[in-house]
């Protein structure tokens, strides 16, 4: 465990490797408080622990005396593995590796934050873990076959069928990732519907979202509502998918509902 260079005079950035239970390295960064309790924060699709809302978050829960730690998903940012569309599930393991971790040197889990996809996996973990009391899902897609067509074209099942992978690519025909049939499979197969129903009554979660959302519409916000048994919902005027040009409104959300 290393300490990088201060940020915030006071703050204290711990480097961590957790492995999970495939045996792949997970990279996170502690902000250290001292406080036994920490709030693990996750990042999206194709994002990392860098993404602008998770270093703000961590940021914001540091002033207020309270630990964060956010990591990078297998596959993604300086942890190991291969980056794979679908993983809701793998993901929401790895999760359970992090906490795991805390747990074993003796720290509270006082909540899980997930943006947009991780918004998907801390939701999953609460319905299969059922040992934290605190979740919040920010930009969460409630149906996940939502935006497939936009990212894989018309006719992408026949496609990944008769080839077993797609390559979504870039405006200049560079390869981003591969779609597989699995991992693709994985992601129509996960019903955010059915895990939100099996998560406890005693635990909390608020959905923030922007009503300005084009990625994953707020009426997907609306669904989570109707479903999570002890639910808080916020919109917030003109926010986009990632919050942009709305920060600070979205991290006093975030603060007052953890406190």
């Known amino acids: 465990m290393s300490s990088l260079p201060e940020e915030n005079p006071g703050s204290c950035q711990q480097k961590i490797d957790i492995q999970n239970k495939h045996g ?32 703000n978050l961590a940021s914001a829960l540091e002033k207020e005396g309270i630990s964060a730690f956010r990591f990078d998903f297998a596959g993604n940012g300086e942890s190991e593995g291969t980056f794979q569309y679908g993983n809701y599930c793998r993901e929401a393991d790895d999760l359970h ?41 920010l930009s969460g897609r409630y149906k996940t076959e939502g935006g497939v067509e936009e990212r894989l074209g018309k006719g992408f099942m026949q496609k990944v069928k008769e080839n077993g992978f797609i390559d979504v690519k870039s405006k200049t025909g560079e390869v981003l990732y591969r779609v597989t049939e699995e991992s693709l499979m994985d992601r129509l197969n996960t019903n955010m519907h059915e895990a939100c129903l099996q998560i406890d009554k005693d635990c909390k979660v608020l959905t923030v979202h922007g009503s300005d959302d084009s990625i994953v519409r707020v009426e997907e916000a609306l669904e989570f509502a109707k479903v999570i048994p002890n639910h808080k919902l916020h919109i917030i005027q003109g926010a986009n998918h990632g919050f942009s040009k709305h920060q600070d409104e979205l991290i006093s959300n975030v603060l007052s509902f953890i406190k």
């Open 24 to 55: 792949e390295k997970l990279v996170g960064l502690l902000h250290e408080t001292g406080s036994k309790d920490v709030v693990i924060l996750c990042h999206g699709f194709q994002s990392t622990k860098e993404n602008n809302t998770m270093m």
């Open 97 to 137: 590796s992090v906490i795991q971790h805390f747990n074993r040197n003796n720290r509270v889990t006082r909540a899980i934050l997930g943006h947009s996809k991780g918004g998907n996996v801390v939701l999953l973990y609460a319905s299969k873990y059922h040992d934290v009391r605190c979740v919040i899902n």
